[in-house]
Structures are given as structure tokens and as C-alpha cells.
């Protein structure tokens, strides 16, 4: 069984910086479409970002600029660099995986998640 786990979240200050990990182990397709959701407190989960096998990498409009998404392939790992916080980025981030080639376009789509990863940001 496909397993993801998430680290790096935090509460921290306006202006401020993360970086939130997914190491993913047991997943042998050889395509991928990877991906971070996060779900703010009395909202729905959003898409944040996501990377495709041919490193193809879409943005979230709110997110644009601030955060880059990455992967190390040697370690299995998924990042999510986040900069310039503000409050409305406060949520639990997930990571998902999905072995289409294509990202799939609506997050229920995808196929593993892991736990998450709460990210809080104070003013």
C-alpha cells in the first residue's frame, strides 16, 4: 500500500517561510501526477499546487509567486516551499498522489493522501 507522510507544518508569523515535506514509499507506477491540498478552518480543500512526471507544475492563483513545488526523486520526497505567508494560507496541507499521467482535476480524484500537516499563520 502506497504511503504518504507529511512533516514541516507550523504555526508562524506574517511574512514568514515553511517548507513541508511528503515522503512517499511503496508506489511503484511508473507515472505520477503529485500534488498539495490544503483545507482552511469551515472551508472546502483546494488544490495548491501540483508536479506531473514530465515536471509540469500548476499553481493555485492565490498561491502563485509565494509558493514552488518540488520533488527529489532519490528521496522519495515531495516539497512545498511556502513564502510571504499570510493568515489565509492557515490550513491542513495534504499531499496526494495519482499514477495518471494527467493531474487529475478535481482533488477527490486522486488516489493516495496522506494525514496532513497543519501550517498556522498569525498576524
Do not use: H
Not at 503529485?34 to 507544475?57: C, H, L, N, Y
Not at 493555485?60 to 494560507?89: C, H, P, W
Request: net charge positive.
Amino acid at each position: 500500500q502506497v504511503q504518504l507522510v507529511e512533516s514541516g507544518g507550523a504555526s508562524v508569523q506574517a511574512g514568514g517561510s515553511l517548507r513541508l515535506s511528503c515522503i512517499v514509499s511503496r508506489y511503484t507506477y511508473s507515472t505520477y501526477c503529485m500534488g498539495w491540498f490544503r483545507q482552511g478552518p469551515g472551508k472546502e480543500r483546494e488544490e495548491v499546487a501540483t508536479i506531473s512526471s514530465d515536471g509540469t507544475r500548476t499553481y493555485a492563483a492565490s498561491v502563485k509567486g509565494r509558493f514552488t513545488i518540488s520533488k527529489d526523486n532519490a528521496k522519495n520526497t515531495l516539497y512545498l516551499q511556502m513564502n510571504s505567508l499570510n493568515t489565509e494560507d492557515t490550513a491542513m496541507y495534504y499531499c496526494a498522489v495519482d499514477s495518471r499521467w494527467l493531474c487529475p482535476a478535481r482533488w477527490p480524484e486522486y488516489k493516495f493522501w496522506g494525514q496532513g500537516t497543519q501550517v498556522t499563520v498569525s498576524s
